[in-house]
T-cell receptor, first 112, second 114 residues
């Protein structure tokens, strides 16, 4: 079945780069997503990557996909205190209802 | 462009009661998905509605049911509430064409069952 795994916690200093990692098991996953959730809030779509790509850059965000190892990462450059949140990796299959399967989330703490 | 909205924001119910949660999809979106997020966990897919019909369901019992209306808004109904139903319920909308892989979430409804 589908499974998405993430490390639970990451702490960085303001101005450093953050790298959040995710592994998934479904080799047929078509799209892989990164969502951000701040305390008491819903999920904000940050970026996503199609499975035939290996990298996508969007301002301070860089997504890397290693399809062979089923490994996805999100790099945040020049991390700010406002980036403190929980980050979820998610995947969706190529056909059908396109339900998102989420990991448990990585809590990013940015120290001033 | 209006984003996804949900109501109510918070709700407290007693075990055994029934609850209805509401969601208005983003303008131009005709697909609505519902997710349950227990404390400290990632969201779990409940079901999806497309053109007023259920278009897939996750591993949730039949006491979780839903509706989609002609204006693409949606309701999630939960009967015979259990303590474990306490969670944040999230609604997400997406388009059927074009950027249909982008799902946008509302702020959620926090349900507490006592």
């Amino acid at each position: 079945g589908e499974d998405v795994e993430q490390s639970l916690f990451l702490s960085v200093r303001e101005g450093d780069s953050s790298v959040i990692n995710c592994t998934y098991t479904d080799s047929s996953s078509t799209y892989l997503y990164w969502y951000k959730q701040e305390p008491g809030a819903g999920l904000q779509l940050l970026t996503y990557i199609f499975s035939n790509m290996d990298m996508k850059q969007d301002q301070r965000l860089t997504v890397l996909l290693n399809k062979k190892d089923k490994h996805l990462s999100l790099r945040i450059a020049d991390t700010q205190t406002g980036d403190s949140a929980i980050y979820f990796c998610a995947e969706t299959p190529p056909t059908g209802r396109r339900a998102l399967t989420f990991g448990s989330g990585t809590r990013l703490q940015v120290q001033p | 462009e209006t984003g996804v909205t949900q109501s109510p924001t918070h709700l407290i119910k007693t075990r055994g009661q029934q609850v209805t949660l509401r969601c208005s999809s983003q303008s131009g979106h005709n697909t609505v998905s519902w997710y349950q997020q227990a404390l400290g966990q990632g969201p779990q897919f409940i079901f999806q509605y497309y053109r007023e019909e259920e278009n897939g369901r996750g591993n949730f019992p039949p006491r979780f049911s839903g509706l989609q209306f002609p204006n693409y808004s949606s309701e999630l109904n939960v009967n015979a509430l259990e303590l474990d139903d306490s969670a944040l319920y999230l609604c997400a909308s997406s388009a059927a064409t074009g950027v249909r892989y982008e799902q946008y979430f509302g702020p959620g409804t926090r349900l507490t069952v006592t």
